[in-house]
């Protein structure tokens, strides 16, 4: 088991309204699996992803991952799993406008305390993958929203993580660039990582082994399509 | 990555670091003008001797009624003669007395320079001895010849390039011939104290003979021998002199017995004065620059809530961020504490050339580099905890 959620519940207090973001939702995600999270907007889905990422401790319930008991964590702890095992990737790409791609990229390297050559060789050879090699010594605002969105996931991908989440990676490109995305999503798939990936449409969603519907801050359905993916890319196409 | 961040907040920058740059200027330049402040008042109270006392009519430093001193009996040689006597643990008595003269070289003239009727014994109660030539000999003394040792000064001003030993110069009216000329003691004078390299020596028998001894007060010198302690030796400085002016047990002593301690008195309350308003100055500054800088860090930290949110979603722990901000508020800080420094190069080559000697010496610099380093840290910290402590998410949602 590569994540695990029970009975987990996110209340955020507007004023003296209480909101439920997410009520007592349980989810067992297994090591590569490929799993795409959908619902209405004010689902909870972005709730959902910024617990399984850490960036955010749930009201009530409990949280293993990797078999580890992420609830009983500190910030920096917490922090530390962010750096090592999770990469994450936004809607909004979330790169430091004044920094280099390269910067960019490297600096879970320098969070995570690697040497510098090393941090060099690994910073480079992810921007490679996603194909940015030309582009390694702009800065976020000479690029295209597709480009930023490669140098989120060679960031994202720098520390060799096991698990990516994607919140709507696609929501801010056109759905040419949107495929180009998606297509680095599958690669990380096959390379052995487990893809948790948010998103509206179904188009995207099919890129998944699994599908999961939230409604109201609960889990409205669990499916396994018939292994759709490969063929929906040749409806794609 | 801290330095671009400054770099956009230059204008602001510059303005709040004003408060370091002053405060440093000022730490730098209190500890400059104390240094050379020390550094003179040494060389001043060398020349003094540190085992003599001096029996004078009037106390060197005088904190009461100035006239009460006016009053009192001119000290002559006749009452040296008799200390010279009594006194059992004086290694030596020196009579010296003192006025100001024009003297001349040929065609050059010096306006009111110091003119010492001394003895040969002036040596043994100070420091300072003849780098050319010879001293005053008690020959000088007795046969009352008009002989004169000058100060390194004098020589470079009247003789120049001249040798002026065997010269005949005029002492105000009257024909001296140069003798010796003493080495130079290299200090300015303390405060409005004596330039020692600007006097002349003249046996104390032809400064009477020459300028009159009439209503002319002594300064008598007393070494105390190796044997016998200071205080010891004030005391019966004080009887003998005290019977030497019969004064009956009631009366009050009518002389002053001066030693170099009251000038260490002095300089230290000089230094106490230079030094609190230099402190008070260096921390008015200071604080008001660290508000400042804690101010634009407080302004970094809100423009960049979601840099540090994408920080920390990334893997950055507290104490990374913490640094971070504290790195770039000490870098401002030292900034301006190097301005500051620059500065102090320019404030100091003006007190070395208007006031004394000074000179900026490294531990001054590293203290300066110390102390607006620390005013970084100190003043960035509360931002640079406030970033830290974000919660990551609400920081990655900041608009
Ligand atoms: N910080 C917050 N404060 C208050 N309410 C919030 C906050 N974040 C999310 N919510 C609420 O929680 C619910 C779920 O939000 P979210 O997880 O962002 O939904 P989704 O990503 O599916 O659109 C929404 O009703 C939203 O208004
Ligand atoms: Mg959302």
């Given at each position: 088991?590569?994540?695990?959620?029970?009975n987990?519940?996110k209340?955020?207090?507007?004023?003296?309204?209480?909101?439920?973001?997410?009520?007592?939702?349980?989810?067992?995600?297994?090591?590569n699996?490929?799993?795409a999270?959908?619902?209405?907007?004010?689902?909870?889905k972005?709730t959902m992803?910024?617990?399984?990422?850490?960036?955010?401790?749930?009201?009530?319930?409990?949280?293993?991952?990797?078999?580890e008991?992420?609830?009983?964590?500190?910030?920096?702890?917490?922090?530390?799993?962010r750096?090592?095992k999770?990469?994450?990737?936004?809607q909004?790409?979330?790169?430091?406008?004044?920094a280099?791609?390269?910067h960019n990229?490297?600096?879970?390297l320098?969070?995570s305390?690697?040497p510098p050559?090393?941090?060099?060789?690994m910073?480079?050879?992810?921007?490679e993958?996603?194909g940015?090699?030309?582009?390694?010594?702009?800065?976020p605002t000479?690029?295209?929203?597709?480009?930023?969105q490669?140098?989120?996931i060679?960031?994202?991908?720098?520390?060799?993580p096991t698990?990516?989440?994607?919140d709507?990676?696609?929501?801010?490109?056109?759905?040419?660039?949107?495929?180009?995305?998606?297509?680095?999503l599958?690669?990380?798939?096959k390379?052995?990582n487990?893809?948790i990936l948010?998103?509206?449409?179904?188009?995207i969603?099919?890129?998944a082994?699994?599908?999961v519907?939230l409604?109201d801050?609960?889990?409205?359905?669990?499916?396994r399509?018939?292994?759709?993916?490969r063929?929906?890319?040749?409806v794609?196409? | 990555m801290?330095?671009?961040?400054?770099k956009a907040?230059?204008s602001?920058g510059?303005?709040?670091?004003?408060g370091?740059?002053?405060?440093?200027?000022?730490?730098?330049?209190?500890?400059?003008?104390?240094?050379?402040?020390?550094?003179?008042f040494?060389e001043?109270?060398?020349?003094l001797?540190?085992?003599?006392?001096?029996?004078s009519?009037r106390?060197?430093?005088?904190t009461?009624?100035?006239?009460s001193?006016?009053n009192?009996?001119?000290l002559?040689?006749?009452?040296?003669?008799k200390?010279?006597?009594?006194?059992t643990?004086?290694k030596a008595?020196?009579p010296?007395?003192?006025?100001?003269?024009?003297v001349k070289y040929?065609?050059k003239?010096?306006?009111?320079t110091?003119?010492?009727?001394?003895?040969?014994k002036?040596l043994?109660?100070?420091?300072s001895?003849?780098?050319?030539?010879?001293?005053?000999?008690?020959?000088d003394?007795?046969?009352?010849?008009?002989?004169?040792?000058?100060?390194?000064?004098?020589?470079?001003l009247?003789?120049g390039?001249?040798?002026?030993?065997?010269?005949?110069m005029?002492?105000?009216?009257h024909?001296?011939?140069?003798?010796?000329?003493m080495?130079?003691?290299?200090?300015?004078?303390?405060?409005?104290?004596?330039n020692?390299?600007?006097?002349i020596?003249?046996?104390?028998s032809?400064?009477?003979?020459?300028?009159g001894?009439?209503?002319?007060?002594?300064?008598?010198?007393v070494?105390a021998?190796p044997?016998i302690s200071?205080?010891?030796?004030?005391?019966?400085v004080i009887?003998?002199?005290?019977k030497i002016?019969?004064l009956?047990?009631?009366?009050?002593d009518?002389?002053?017995?001066?030693?170099m301690?009251?000038l260490?008195?002095?300089y230290n309350?000089?230094?106490?004065?230079?030094v609190?308003?230099?402190?008070?100055?260096?921390?008015?500054s200071?604080f008001?620059?660290?508000i400042?800088?804690?101010?634009?860090?407080f302004?970094?930290?809100?423009?960049?809530?979601r840099?540090?949110g994408?920080?920390?979603?990334?893997?950055?722990k507290?104490r990374?961020?913490?640094?971070q901000f504290?790195?770039?508020?000490?870098i401002?800080?030292?900034?301006?504490g190097l301005?500051?420094l620059?500065l102090?190069i320019?404030a100091?080559a003006?007190i070395?050339?208007?006031?004394?000697?000074?000179?900026?010496?490294l531990?001054?610099?590293s203290?300066a580099?110390l102390?607006?380093?620390?005013?970084?840290?100190l003043?960035?910290?509360?931002?640079?905890l406030?970033?830290?402590?974000?919660?990551?998410?609400?920081?990655?949602?900041?608009?």
């Amino acid at each position: 088991m590569a994540l695990e959620i029970q009975n987990v519940s996110k209340t955020y207090m507007m004023g003296t309204e209480a909101v439920h973001a997410l009520q007592s939702v349980s989810l067992s995600i297994e090591e590569n699996e490929y799993i795409a999270i959908m619902g209405p907007s004010g689902s909870g889905k972005s709730t959902m992803m910024n617990v399984l990422g850490c960036l955010d401790t749930p009201t009530s319930g409990e949280y293993y991952l990797e078999g580890e008991d992420v609830s009983k964590m500190n910030d920096d702890q917490l922090a530390e799993i962010r750096n090592q095992k999770i990469g994450f990737v936004f809607q909004t790409f979330n790169l430091i406008p004044r920094a280099t791609v390269f910067h960019n990229v490297e600096l879970p390297l320098v969070y995570s305390g690697t040497p510098p050559a090393e941090r060099i060789l690994m910073a480079n050879d992810a921007i490679e993958r996603v194909g940015l090699t030309d582009r390694a010594t702009h800065k976020p605002t000479e690029l295209s929203g597709g480009q930023r969105q490669r140098a989120a996931i060679a960031r994202a991908l720098v520390n060799k993580p096991t698990i990516i989440l994607a919140d709507e990676p696609t929501g801010n490109l056109d759905s040419v660039t949107g495929r180009e995305i998606m297509a680095i999503l599958d690669g990380l798939h096959k390379a052995g990582n487990t893809i948790i990936l948010v998103t509206h449409e179904q188009e995207i969603a099919e890129h998944a082994h699994r599908i999961v519907k939230l409604r109201d801050g609960q889990v409205e359905s669990d499916v396994r399509p018939n292994r759709v993916g490969r063929n929906a890319d040749v409806v794609l196409n | 990555m801290a330095l671009t961040a400054i770099k956009a907040n230059k204008s602001r920058g510059v303005l709040t670091t004003l408060g370091i740059v002053i405060g440093i200027l000022a730490v730098v330049t209190t500890m400059t003008a104390a240094n050379g402040l020390g550094n003179n008042f040494r060389e001043s109270i060398s020349a003094l001797g540190s085992d003599v006392l001096y029996v004078s009519k009037r106390p060197w430093i005088i904190t009461g009624n100035f006239l009460s001193f006016r009053n009192r009996k001119n000290l002559d040689l006749k009452e040296v003669e008799k200390l010279e006597q009594r006194l059992t643990s004086a290694k030596a008595i020196n009579p010296s007395t003192n006025t100001n003269k024009n003297v001349k070289y040929r065609s050059k003239t010096l306006e009111g320079t110091t003119i010492i009727g001394t003895t040969d014994k002036q040596l043994m109660v100070s420091s300072s001895v003849p780098g050319d030539g010879r001293f005053l000999t008690p020959f000088d003394v007795q046969f009352k010849r008009n002989v004169c040792v000058i100060g390194s000064e004098i020589k470079d001003l009247l003789f120049g390039d001249v040798n002026p030993i065997n010269k005949k110069m005029k002492i105000g009216r009257h024909n001296y011939r140069v003798v010796g000329v003493m080495e130079k003691q290299g200090s300015a004078g303390f405060f409005g104290g004596p330039n020692f390299d600007k006097q002349i020596f003249i046996p104390i028998s032809a400064f009477a003979k020459s300028f009159g001894s009439r209503n002319r007060d002594l300064n008598i010198a007393v070494k105390a021998a190796p044997h016998i302690s200071l205080s010891d030796f004030e005391f019966e400085v004080i009887g003998e002199m005290r019977k030497i002016r019969k004064l009956k047990p009631a009366e009050e002593d009518d002389f002053s017995i001066n030693q170099m301690n009251q000038l260490v008195g002095a300089y230290n309350s000089v230094m106490g004065v230079i030094v609190s308003i230099g402190l008070v100055i260096t921390g008015i500054s200071l604080f008001v620059g660290g508000i400042g800088v804690m101010n634009i860090m407080f302004v970094s930290v809100t423009e960049r809530t979601r840099e540090i949110g994408i920080r920390k979603a990334i893997g950055a722990k507290r104490r990374s961020i913490l640094s971070q901000f504290l790195f770039e508020s000490s870098i401002i800080c030292l900034i301006g504490g190097l301005i500051g420094l620059l500065l102090s190069i320019g404030a100091t080559a003006l007190i070395s050339k208007l006031v004394m000697p000074a000179s900026l010496s490294l531990p001054i610099v590293s203290v300066a580099i110390l102390v607006s380093v620390a005013t970084g840290v100190l003043s960035g910290f509360i931002p640079a905890l406030k970033a830290a402590k974000l919660n990551p998410i609400d920081a990655l949602r900041y608009e």
